[in-house]
């Protein structure tokens, strides 16, 4: 598998990040990059064309970096453009607070697909048509596309199988990735296996990229574990509830790469909503400054639990990027060659010491947030009818029956295959063993604590109690 991309490779990284010289390299990068970002957005093409091997970011950039300041006064084009819907749909959420009236949700809907624009990166229409980009370009082989639609075909099996399995009462809690499968198996194959991966509680698809075994994800949802996989196993990180903080982790994570003098990189990723957290803006900040081999990978799904993403931003995701330093672009997240292509531009951006650049994946949550949220309290049937003929899996295959690049025979293998999974998932959850009760207090201090002895050794007489109790209750009947 190749891939063609306009990002240019510098010089190797410079093992740490301290000094005159790192630190003067830094602030060039970060001085070009917001400079690209711009002008991009002011010619309505990606902000990550500054990427572009055909010149050195710094001369590209110097330029508009100059004419930054009247830009006010020559947006007549179509930055002015841009700008003025973002207002408008601002001041119109501002005049009239959102409800849960089907004609505002109508106009979030609107609003967003607006946004997605010519600036947006494609290569597979919704139709399942090849089309081309100008800033990234993927040649992938016929094995390699049909491996491609298998991963995205049996993430969402999975992802199907433990839905069923919480409605069972078999898992606490369950998030689905339906609709997002092409954003995490484009970004996920596009990871070298020294990469390493930052996930929130939904990225199933990438787990599945990086070799996880997929029963070993529902032992967090069970209540049975804490995570059940080793992180360094596969470079990806257990899963994170709380919503932005692995964004920082992954900062810190690349700033070590950087002091370690490592070609690796890392992807963080997270949702719209974790847009708004404030951990998300220090960690901006900080992979900036540092110019940390970090991609930000966010798959924009339009809702934040039951809040559109409109209402948390004036402008689309990606072009907050600007405003640290580094480049942002938006690629169609229910295409999973866009997504691959990209990704893989990004990284290889990050590993040839550019710093950060941050994508956003422009896709949709097809179900609720999790199994806890009505999804049909706020979003209208039609708008889901309207994403679901975009539906990642159907472009792909699609593609691959026009263009004869699989036979029935394929389709049909990966149907049992499919179904051999789902039966295999259900068995192993119904057999998955309960945790060691004493266990929790393993691993608390490397060398033991005499507090934590004493608090085994309470908790300890305390459950004796209970088989004590049940003895003395059988004995009397």
Not at 231 to 243: D, G, K, M, Q, R
Not at 332 to 343: H, I, Q, R, S, Y
């Amino acid at each position: 598998m190749t891939v063609e991309s306009t990002a240019a490779r510098s010089k190797p990284r410079r093992s740490g990040t301290g000094g005159k010289r790192a630190t003067k390299k830094s602030a060039s990068a970060q001085t070009d990059a917001g400079s690209t970002t711009a002008a991009s957005t002011a010619n309505g093409t990606t902000a990550a064309n500054g990427a572009s091997g055909k010149q050195s970011p710094a001369r590209k950039t110097a330029k508009p970096a100059k004419t930054a300041k009247p830009a006010k006064a020559a947006a007549s084009g179509p930055a002015r453009k841009t700008a003025k819907p973002a207002k408008t749909a601002k001041a119109s959420a501002t005049r009239k607070p959102a409800t849960k009236t089907g004609s505002s949700r109508k106009a979030s809907s609107t609003a967003q697909q607006a946004e997605s624009g010519p600036e947006l990166v494609q290569l597979l229409t919704p139709e399942g048509e090849r089309v081309e980009h100008p800033d990234y370009s993927i040649d992938l082989s016929a094995e390699e596309l049909r491996g491609l639609y298998r991963d995205m075909v049996l993430t969402r099996r999975f992802d199907a199988e433990a839905t069923s399995l919480q409605r069972q009462g078999e898992l606490g809690l369950w998030a689905s990735l339906l609709g997002q499968e092409a954003a995490q198996i484009g970004s996920g194959r596009a990871l070298r296996d020294d990469d390493y991966v930052f996930p929130t509680y939904r990225e199933h698809g990438v787990a599945w990229c990086r070799g996880v075994d997929p029963t070993k994800l529902l032992g967090m949802f069970r209540g049975v574990n804490n995570g059940g996989w080793d992180p360094a196993s596969n470079n990806f990180h257990l899963y994170t509830i709380v919503i932005g903080s692995q964004v920082l982790h992954a900062t810190g994570y690349g700033m070590g790469i950087n002091l370690d003098g490592s070609d690796s990189a890392v992807i963080a990723y997270f949702g719209d909503g974790a847009s708004s957290q404030g951990d998300v803006a220090e960690a901006f900040t900080f992979s900036a400054v540092y110019n940390a081999p970090v991609v930000f990978f966010c798959q924009n799904n339009q809702w934040a639990i039951s809040e559109p993403a409109e209402r948390q931003s004036r402008v689309p995701i990606y072009q907050r990027a600007s405003g640290f330093g580094f480049p942002g672009v938006r690629v169609d997240g229910n295409d999973v060659l866009a997504c691959l292509a990209v990704t893989r531009a990004a990284v290889e951006r990050a590993r040839s010491g550019q710093g950060p650049m941050l994508v956003e994946a422009f896709t949709y949550r097809m179900g609720a947030h999790t199994t806890s949220d009505d999804p049909t309290r706020y979003r209208r049937d039609e708008e889901r009818a309207e994403w679901e003929a975009k539906d990642p899996i159907a472009r792909l295959r699609a593609y691959l029956e026009r263009d004869g690049l699989a036979d029935p025979e394929f389709f049909e293998a990966l149907e049992e295959e499919s179904e051999a999974m789902g039966k295999h998932v259900r068995e192993s959850i119904r057999t998955m063993p309960d945790p060691d009760t004493m266990a929790i207090f393993e691993n608390v201090y490397a060398d033991g604590h005499a507090l934590v002895d004493e608090e085994r050794a309470q908790f300890a007489e305390y459950l004796a109690s209970f088989a004590e109790s049940a003895e003395s209750e059988e004995g009397a009947r």
